[in-house]
């Protein structure tokens, strides 16, 4: 019966891919109490160390995760974001996370309308969340993303997307808020009574206005005296 318990556990691990707590471990399994999961999920630990398998189980939090050891890693990253995520959905993703947290239509203007669906698919996989604000939504990375990703901070998260996506989704990122800052600038500047300088939208290069050369006045024609 001990068995079936430590089996129970290694598949309710292995299918969720995230962190269980060992209440939920308990009532899934059918255990009568928190001692026989700590009990089981120790004995799977071992059974794990003594094959030196890839998979560890980790406590974190009054609860356990099935995940990879770090000398694989390294190889796991190679294959992940790639297999399990398109790569346009990747660079939505990449957005959300550079911006971190991201107001909805700032990703939408840089996205275009596919990024409703992606902003969906997102959340449904559990790597980000929506909460209200006015007319759109902030869009903020869940504990999910960072475990999947293995990221600490926004520096990891370079790094991954870089890697991944490569770098125009930060490119179209800093583009979009120098359009922002100057229509911001403008309306102060307008606010203020003075010409707003011209602002360009992403791609666009800032014209000059052609200087015009102020003209001449006529002189005046000299008349011989009869």
Known sequence: MSDDYKNKIEALLFASGRLMSTETLANLTGASGKQVIETNVKKLKEEYDMRNSPLMVVEEKDGYKLTVREAYL?????????????????????????????????VVDIRHNKAYDHIEELEELGFIKKEKKGRSFILKLTE??????????????????NRVVGTPAQKKVDEFEKVIAGAEKATEQKLAGQNPEPT???????????KVMPKEEPKDEEFSEL
């Open 74 to 106: 390294s190889l796991v990253r190679k294959i992940v974001s790639e297999t399990e995520l398109p790569k346009t959905i990747l660079e939505t993703l990449a957005i959300i996370a550079w911006k971190n947290p991201a107001l909805q239509s700032d």
């Open 144 to 161: 999910k993303f960072y475990e999947y990703f293995d990221v600490a901070g926004a520096k990891d998260i370079r790094q991954v997307f």
């Open 200 to 210: 360009a939208h992403p791609g666009q290069e800032i014209m000059s206005e052609p």
